[in-house]
């Protein structure tokens, strides 16, 4: 698999500068192979949010090429992206929960967007919140749950309509150790369905809970490669256990 593969999602020399200040990303080139997953570490400040903006099409680079499951989304038309974002799942920092909706609405909303029926949505939307441990919270709203109960609430909205590509801004960062290992079984779980999983994350003892994942570290906006994962595609491997 090589740089312009129609299913992945290519960065070419890419640069990303907020007004007159120096780059917050340089020359960032890469590969994200369909199916993986990759975690994103690097210090405070240096670049992981910017890159995920990028990834998640908050932001437009300030030079350079992206191209995402064979599209270049620099030039996509604006009417094009709110069909193209629903095909990514994202996990934000501050979670981003629509206030006056309750548990079960904000997981359902990707759904609804979708055009999923009422009566088909009711049983996904019931397991992924019992899934997370919300099965006691379904009516709640956002002002009343706790920064971890709101965090699983924002992953099971990112995950519920299955995406191609989920990106997920330090998940884990609310919630005690057993949850967080929970959640990262689930996204190892989507990433088996064929999803490609990019979590940024400064708990380097994360990395060793997903043997099969790749790291790309940034420093000071500029892409290390550690597992060699940005230039190779992932070696082929058998059924996880």
């Known amino acids: 698999m090589s740089i312009g593969d129609g299913e992945g999602v290519t960065f070419d020399n890419v640069g990303l500068r907020y007004g007159q200040g120096r780059e ?4 960032v080139s890469f590969t994200l192979h369909p199916g993986s997953f990759y975690f994103l570490t690097g210090a405070s400040g240096a670049g992981k949010t910017s890159l995920l903006k990028l990834l998640y099409l908050a932001q437009r680079p300030s030079r350079g090429a992206i191209r995402m499951f064979g599209t270049d989304v620099i030039t996509l038309p604006r009417d094009r992206l709110p069909a193209f974002r629903r095909r990514l799942g ?16 904000n997981v ?3 759904l609804r967007v979708s055009g999923v029926r009422e009566s088909d949505l009711v049983k996904p939307v019931t397991d992924m919140l019992d899934w997370v441990g919300l099965a006691d919270r379904h009516n709640a709203r956002p002002a009343t749950l706790s920064g971890g109960e709101q965090q699983r609430v924002a992953i099971a909205r990112a995950v519920i309509a299955r995406p191609d590509m989920l990106v997920a801004d330090e998940p884990t960062g609310n919630v005690d150790p057993e949850m967080a290992l929970k959640l990262l079984r689930l996204f190892e779980s989507l990433n088996r369905l064929g999803t490609t999983v990019i979590v940024a994350t400064h708990d380097v003892h994360l990395l060793k809970k997903v043997p099969e994942s790749l790291i790309m570290r940034l420093d000071k906006g500029r892409l290390h490669d550690p597992t060699g994962a940005l230039r190779y595609p992932p070696k082929a491997s058998g059924p996880r256990a």
């Open 108 to 110: 359902a909303l990707p």
């Open 90 to 105: 994202v996990v934000f920092q501050d979670f981003r929960l629509v206030p006056h909706l309750s548990a079960f609405d």
């Open 24 to 27: 917050a990303l340089s020359d």
